[in-house]
C-alpha cells in the first residue's frame, strides 16, 4: 500500500483529527472550539463498522477536555461535544462515558480529600500529644497515600509514649 492510501485509511484520518485536536490544547478557547467541532464532525462520520474507533476517539476528546484545558473550560467544552453528536444512540452512549467519567472524577477527589483529611488528623493529634514534631516526620506523613496506613498511625499516635514508640517505616504490618 503506498503512503497516500494508507493516509486515507480510516483510522489515520480520525487519529489526524484527534492530533489536530490535540495542537491546540494550548491554545486560545476559540481555537480549541473549533478544533473540537471539526474534529467530532468526522468522527461522526465513522460508520457502525468502526463504533470502537468512534468510542475511543470521544474518550480521548473528552480526557483531553479534562486533563488539558483550564478547569472553567471543561463544562463548555464537554457541552460542545455532545451537541455535535446528532445520531440519538451515540448521544445516549457519550452521555453515559461522559457520566462514567465524571463519577470518576468525582470519586478521586474525594477520597484525595479523605486522605489529606486522615494527613491533617494524623498531624493535629501529633502535634496536641507531642507539642513539637519534627519536619521530617511532617514530611513523612503528608506523603503517605494509603488510608489503611494512615489509620494504623493516628491508632499508634494515641497509645504511643514518644514519637521513637511509632513505627514510622511500618515494619511491623
Same mark, same amino acid.
Given at each position: ?18 492530533l489536530s485536536v490535540l495542537q491546540k490544547e494550548q491554545s486560545n478557547k476559540e481555537e480549541m472550539r473549533t478544533a473540537l467541532i471539526e474534529a467530532v464532525a468526522h468522527i461522526n462520520t465513522?460508520? @457502525? ?11 480521548? *476528546?473528552? =480526557? %483531553?477536555? &479534562?486533563?488539558?484545558?483550564? /478547569? ?37 477527589? @474525594? ?11 494524623? *498531624?493535629? =493529634? %501529633?502535634? &496536641?500529644?507531642?507539642?513539637? /514534631? ?40
Amino acid at each position: 500500500m503506498d503512503c497516500w492510501k494508507l493516509l486515507q485509511t480510516t483510522w489515520l484520518t480520525t487519529f489526524g483529527w484527534l492530533l489536530s485536536v490535540l495542537q491546540k490544547e494550548q491554545s486560545n478557547k476559540e481555537e480549541m472550539r473549533t478544533a473540537l467541532i471539526e474534529a467530532v464532525a468526522h468522527i461522526n462520520t465513522l460508520d @457502525e463498522e468502526k463504533i470502537q474507533q468512534w468510542r475511543r476517539a470521544i474518550f480521548y *476528546l473528552y =480526557l %483531553l477536555i &479534562l486533563h488539558r484545558r483550564p /478547569v472553567e473550560e471543561h463544562d463548555e467544552l464537554q457541552t460542545l461535544v455532545q451537541q455535535q453528536i446528532q445520531e440519538t444512540s451515540r448521544r445516549e452512549e457519550e452521555a453515559a462515558m461522559a457520566q462514567t467519567m465524571a463519577e470518576h472524577l468525582i470519586e478521586q477527589g @474525594e477520597k484525595r480529600g479523605e486522605t489529606q483529611a486522615k494527613r491533617e488528623a494524623v *498531624l493535629k =493529634l %501529633l502535634h &496536641l500529644r507531642f507539642h513539637s /514534631v519534627p519536619e521530617s516526620i511532617t514530611n513523612r506523613i503528608t506523603s503517605i497515600r494509603s488510608l489503611s496506613r494512615l489509620d494504623s498511625l493516628f491508632e499508634k499516635a494515641v497509645t504511643a509514649q514518644t514519637l521513637d514508640d511509632i513505627d514510622w517505616e511500618d515494619r511491623k504490618n
